[in-house]
């Protein structure tokens, strides 16, 4: 049993994938027990001697043929990914076309980082010998991935991952797995050999049995901080890559743009209704400029659409589930407590969370120190860019951060300063390219996607030396 065949089984409970909004089963996978996890395993390994096989030609030819099929069908999956994960379908046409960019990166790395030579003869001693290094698979990589971003943030793992010769076992959230397995299907479809992808859907108990297999040589998972210093406790000896969220701060000095600074603040903010691990959640604001910036944020907050992500006019959809908004009215109401002011929101309608907008947030609040995934904003007013970036980097981890200036010293010195895997210049912390290194600052920082990063860790340099005759 391999790739697709596990994920679609019938002799295994099944797992109804709803639709976030109104609650409709859209479709079902099977749920593969803990136990069966050495199936998988042993499927992915005989899926990783094929893999190395392939040729790089083929592999780059696999994975652009696919990049086609994903942009031919694009109308189909933007809707599933809409329908399984709450995005709105206008979000959801952009992350396909972001996963036919990825998986075209993968395609041209497949061909062109293949390793180096090296310059033997520089050294004293090694007059005589030439050489190089090749850049070889590590094996069978186990890629975890979230419900946010369903299609584009699998490709991102699959596809380099591919590209280095390497078999994957994709567990994808069970919350929103429709859309990996439509993937897998166009990479099939294309010419991959289905046993180089083997998709275990399933539980928590499945993905530590995944995890704790020694067969497994590396762990690429993007989720939260708790699962992933769970999974480092149980993987043993094995790579890691890891995106473990962050706590995006913004900075918005008095000398921006105020126009183009809100409309990007906003954007940032409520993307994927907030379930963005680079979303915007503290914006740290100039006090010569806070209370027009106040204002035209709530304003433009406000006018905001929130309902069915299927509506070409929906700009904030559903949180994926009933539970994930509670924990975001319970946020809200935490800080409340606490001597919070709530200007806009906090508003539920089952799994619908109005965009939220706090002043005065305690620092010790869970909406100031940790990650909100949810479309919650903090607005805080700063004095000076020293403070900002004291308040920026107080979390222990970080992904993006996001400066907002007309002075290119001030840019400069926050790029500088600021504690965080990116930083947007006049943009929102929300923006990332496919092929730029993406991963997170202090305890957040673990490995590096982006297709050429991603790649570099899914493979292992091999050095081939010769002796030659000596003069």
């Given at each position: 049993?391999?790739?697709?065949?596990?994920?679609?089984?019938?002799?295994?409970?099944?797992?109804?994938?709803?639709?976030?909004?109104?609650?409709?089963?859209?479709?079902?996978?099977?749920?593969?027990?803990?136990?069966?996890?050495?199936?998988?395993?042993?499927?992915a390994?005989?899926?990783?001697?094929?893999?190395?096989?392939?040729?790089?030609?083929?592999?780059?030819?696999?994975?652009?043929?696919?990049?086609?099929?994903?942009?031919?069908?694009?109308?189909?999956?933007?809707?599933?990914?809409?329908?399984e994960?709450?995005?709105?379908?206008?979000q959801?046409?952009?992350?396909?076309?972001?996963?036919?960019?990825t998986?075209?990166?993968?395609?041209?790395?497949?061909?062109?980082n293949?390793?180096?030579?090296?310059?033997?003869?520089?050294?004293?001693?090694?007059?005589?010998?030439?050489?190089?290094?090749?850049r070889?698979?590590?094996?069978?990589i186990?890629a975890?991935t979230?419900?946010?971003?369903?299609?584009?943030?699998?490709?991102?793992?699959?596809?380099?991952?591919?590209?280095?010769?390497?078999s994957?076992?994709?567990?994808?959230?069970?919350?929103?797995?429709?859309?990996?397995?439509?993937?897998?299907?166009?990479?099939i479809?294309?010419g991959?050999?289905?046993?180089?992808?083997?998709i275990?859907?399933g539980?928590?108990?499945?993905?530590?049995?995944?995890?704790?297999?020694?067969?497994?040589?590396?762990?690429s998972f993007?989720?939260?901080?708790?699962?992933?210093e769970?999974?480092?406790?149980?993987?043993?000896?094995k790579?890691?890559?890891?995106?473990?969220?962050?706590?995006?701060?913004?900075?918005?000095?008095g000398?921006?743009?105020?126009?183009?600074?809100?409309?990007?603040?906003?954007?940032?903010?409520?993307?994927?209704?907030?379930?963005?691990c680079?979303?915007?959640?503290?914006?740290?604001?100039?006090?010569k400029?806070?209370?027009i910036?106040k204002?035209?944020?709530?304003e433009?907050?406000?006018?905001?659409?929130?309902?069915?992500?299927?509506?070409?006019?929906?700009d904030?959809?559903?949180?994926?589930?009933?539970?994930?908004?509670?924990?975001?009215?319970?946020?809200?109401?935490?800080?409340?407590?606490?001597?919070?002011?709530?200007?806009?929101?906090?508003?539920?309608?089952?799994?619908?969370?109005?965009?939220?907008?706090?002043?005065?947030?305690?620092?010790?609040?869970?909406?100031?120190?940790?990650?909100?995934?949810?479309?919650?904003?903090?607005?805080?007013?700063?004095?000076?860019?020293?403070?900002?970036?004291?308040?920026?980097?107080?979390?222990?981890?970080s992904?993006?951060?996001g400066?907002?200036?007309?002075?290119?010293?001030?840019?400069?010195?926050?790029?500088?300063?600021?504690?965080?895997?990116?930083?947007m210049?006049?943009?929102?912390?929300?923006?990332?390219?496919?092929?730029?290194p993406?991963?997170?600052?202090?305890?957040?920082?673990?490995?590096?996607?982006?297709?050429?990063?991603?790649?570099?860790?899914?493979?292992?340099?091999?050095v081939?030396?010769?002796?030659g005759?000596?003069?």
């Amino acid at each position: 049993m391999n790739s697709l065949s596990m994920a679609l089984s019938t002799d295994y409970e099944e797992i109804a994938v709803f639709n976030p909004f109104d609650g409709s089963v859209i479709g079902v996978v099977a749920k593969v027990p803990a136990t069966s996890a050495h199936l998988v395993i042993e499927a992915a390994k005989h899926g990783a001697v094929i893999a190395r096989n392939l040729s790089r030609a083929e592999r780059s030819r696999i994975l652009e043929q696919a990049a086609a099929l994903v942009e031919k069908d694009k109308d189909a999956f933007a809707q599933m990914i809409s329908a399984e994960s709450g995005k709105t379908i206008r979000q959801a046409r952009k992350e396909v076309l972001r996963c036919v960019n990825t998986l075209k990166l993968s395609a041209e790395e497949a061909k062109r980082n293949a390793g180096e030579v090296i310059p033997f003869d520089s050294y004293v001693g090694s007059e005589s010998r030439q050489g190089w290094f090749t850049r070889e698979p590590l094996g069978v990589i186990l890629a975890i991935t979230p419900y946010n971003d369903p299609l584009n943030l699998v490709a991102h793992k699959l596809g380099p991952a591919i590209a280095g010769g390497n078999s994957v076992v994709l567990k994808p959230s069970e919350l929103a797995p429709l859309s990996a397995l439509k993937l897998v299907d166009c990479l099939i479809k294309a010419g991959l050999p289905g046993e180089v992808v083997s998709i275990a859907t399933g539980d928590a108990e499945l993905g530590k049995a995944l995890v704790a297999h020694r067969a497994v040589r590396m762990i690429s998972f993007t989720g939260g901080f708790i699962t992933g210093e769970q999974i480092t406790k149980t993987a043993g000896l094995k790579k890691m890559a890891m995106d473990l969220g962050g706590n995006a701060p913004v900075i918005v000095m008095g000398d921006c743009e105020l126009d183009s600074t809100v409309e990007s603040c906003v954007s940032g903010a409520y993307w994927a209704a907030g379930q963005n691990c680079i979303g915007t959640q503290r914006i740290l604001i100039d006090t010569k400029i806070y209370q027009i910036f106040k204002e035209k944020f709530i304003e433009q907050s406000r006018a905001l659409i929130v309902g069915n992500q299927a509506n070409e006019l929906t700009d904030v959809g559903p949180m994926i589930s009933e539970a994930a908004a509670k924990r975001a009215e319970e946020s809200v109401q935490e800080a409340v407590n606490k001597g919070a002011k709530v200007l806009l929101g906090n508003k539920r309608e089952g799994t619908l969370f109005y965009p939220t907008v706090l002043e005065d947030v305690s620092f010790e609040c869970k909406v100031w120190q940790e990650e909100v995934f949810s479309p919650i904003v903090i607005l805080q007013e700063i004095s000076t860019l020293e403070e900002a970036l004291t308040l920026a980097n107080a979390p222990e981890y970080s992904l993006h951060a996001g400066i907002f200036t007309s002075n290119l010293n001030t840019a400069m010195k926050a790029a500088k300063l600021l504690e965080a895997g990116g930083v947007m210049i006049n943009d929102s912390s929300d923006y990332r390219f496919d092929a730029m290194p993406f991963g997170g600052f202090k305890y957040g920082s673990m490995g590096r996607e982006g297709v050429r990063f991603a790649y570099e860790d899914m493979t292992q340099p091999k050095v081939i030396c010769l002796n030659g005759p000596s003069e």
